[in-house]
Every structure is written in C-alpha cells, then in structure tokens.
C-alpha cells in the first residue's frame, strides 16, 4: 500500500536556524508531492506543490522543496527560520489513476524566539 | 470566492448520539474528503466522495458515514457517539484535473463527546 513517511514528529529550532523537514514516500509510479502547513489555529493551507519539472520547488515564506526521484523523497527547506513559522507541517502525495491523497503523519514545528 | 465551509464550528454531544457535520465545497469542485485530526494523531483519512459517490473510505467503522449532495457539498455523519471521537474534523475539496489535485481545506469541525 502506498504510504507517506514523515521522520520527525515534533522539531525545535531556534530563530535563524535552518530547516529541514523530510518525507519519504513509497509508490514506484509517477507521483504529485505536497506540503501543507497548518498554523495554531488556522487551517491547513498549501505551501508548495511539485506536479513535474524542476524538481526544486519554491513555495510561500521562503520554503522550498526538492523532489529527489531515485530517493523517493520530497524535504521541506527552509534557510532561516522565523518565530511564525512554529506550525505542523504535513507532506502529501497523490499517484496517478489514484487523485486520493495520502498524508503523512505530520510534524509539529517550534521556533524558540 | 469563497473557501471550503464547514458548520458547525463546535459540536458538542454526548455519547452515543449522533452527529452530523457539512461541508461545502468551493464551487467548481466535485470531490470532498473528510479526515479527523485527533491530538497527536495527524490527518487520519475518512472518507472520500467524488461526484455524488463514495470513491474510498478510511480504517474506520461503518458508525462514520456520509453522502454527497447533487451539489456537490457533503454530509459527514457519525452515531453512536465515543468520546474518542472527540477530534477537529476537516473537509476538503478539489477539482480534479488529470492528477493535478491540489486540496483546499476548510476550517474544521471541532466535536466534542461528553
């Protein structure tokens, strides 16, 4: 069964520091990637989306991601964090002949100010 | 234009009753998803419906079920009511095109099992 891996579940960083985020997922097939990010008490918003082409990704607030095919990942970056950015970050994948998304388990972000 | 709505805003109900929550989609949109998002638990998959029918469903009992309108907004119902099931309840919805679906969430649903 497909499946979407998250490594972490809880990050701490403090302000500046950068970031990274990973997410794995297994399906040998062609694949739609992306990242959501949901801010205490706000709804999950979408940060980048990866359908094809440059396999580097930017989204909004200075997040990128990049798609690495023969590694079956899809990381979340971020140069230097920012206290806004404490949120839970969720990676999602859809395959083709499947438009259902299947989301990872989530990964609870703190920035200490 | 306007998001994906979802009412109520907070449901509070006690076990073993049932409750029924809604989602509208954005218009132009023929697929709603349902997940709950218990505290800790992340985006756990409920339901998917596309077109007036259920396309998938999640690892949960048959108590959690829902339908989709000629309209295209959904019913999310849940009867007999646990306190575990006490969670925000969220609903998406996308337009689909070839594969790329990209999900637009509403604000949720926050249920309370006392």
């Known amino acids: 069964a497909q499946s979407v891996s998250q490594h972490n579940h809880h990050v701490i960083l403090s302000e500046a520091a950068s970031l990274e985020l990973g997410c794995n997922y297994s399906y040998g097939g062609t694949v739609n990637l992306f990242w959501y990010v949901q801010y205490p008490g706000q709804h999950l918003q979408l940060l980048l989306k990866y359908f094809s082409g440059d396999p580097l990704v930017k989204g909004i607030k200075g997040f990128e991601a990049e798609f690495i095919k023969s590694k079956f990942s899809f990381n979340l970056r971020k140069p230097s964090v920012q206290w806004s950015d404490t949120a839970e970050y969720f990676c999602?994948?859809?395959?083709?002949?499947?438009?259902?998304?299947?989301w990872g388990a989530g990964t609870k972000l703190i920035i200490k100010p | 234009e306007a998001g994906v709505t979802q009412s109520p805003t907070h449901l509070i109900k006690t076990r073993g009753q049932q409750a029924t929550l809604r989602c509208s989609p954005i218009?132009?949109?023929?697929?709603v998803y349902w997940y709950q998002q218990a505290l800790g638990l992340g985006l756990q998959f409920l339901l998917w419906y596309d077109e007036g029918e259920e396309r998938n469903r999640g690892n949960f009992p048959p108590r959690f079920s829902g339908r989709q309108f000629p309209n295209y907004s959904s019913e999310l119902n849940v009867n007999a009511l646990e306190l575990e099931d006490s969670a925000l309840y969220l609903c998406?919805?996308?337009?689909?095109?070839?594969?790329?679906?990209?999900?637009?969430f509403g604000q949720g649903t926050r249920l309370t099992v006392v």
């Open positions: 999602a994948v859809n395959t083709r002949g499947n438009y259902q998304l299947i």
């Open positions: 218009s132009g949109h023929t697929s």
């Open positions: 998406a919805s996308t337009k689909i095109q070839g594969m790329n679906t990209e999900a637009f």
